[in-house]
């Protein structure tokens, strides 16, 4: 009778935790409405200058896409435990790249352009920047960097990019 008695109060005490919980998660979740607007470009003004000037020096050989998940881009590979992988995605889930170059005929992925603009002097940008890097080229992917600029010149993208692929 008592341990039954123990069992109830125990059971009503984790009842009232759960719905507790409950509770407290809701609250984190904002209502979408009225806390989420529209960004208003996909792009900073220097990124798509530089976009507009990558997009004209690869024309015909690739497809460019914008702002791509590292994690969609690298797959975790050895991992022993479910520990070790989630420690592996957590490097990898927040960052993305500035834009990946495909092969339009079946979309695998050809290499990464990074714009580095002033934030990238940064040393805590730096580091980010050397592990994308690493991981990146890790798996076989080349990542390209460009500096900012107030223009480009596509002949100059182009070169780079094709001296970049005979690298490979």
Known sequence: MRLLLILIILFILL????????????????????????????MTPAELAFFRALEESVTGRFRLFSKV??????????????????????????????FVAVD???????F???????????????????AVDRILTGAGIPVIRFPASSGYSTQQIRSQLLAAERQQ
């Open 69 to 98: 998940r590292l994690a969609d881009l690298v797959r975790i590979k050895g991992a022993d435990n479910r520990g070790q992988w989630q420690a592996a995605f957590n490097v990898i889930a927040n960052k993305h790249v500035d």
């Open 112 to 130: 990464v352009v990074e714009l580095d603009d002033r934030s990238h002097r940064k040393s805590s940008r730096q580091s980010r920047d050397e």
């Open 104 to 110: 339009p005929s079946d979309m695998s992925i050809r």
């Open 15 to 42: 009842f009232a935790l759960a719905l507790f919980l409950q509770a407290r998660l809701r609250r984190r979740i904002p209502d979408a409405q009225s806390i989420y607007e529209k960004a208003e470009s996909l």
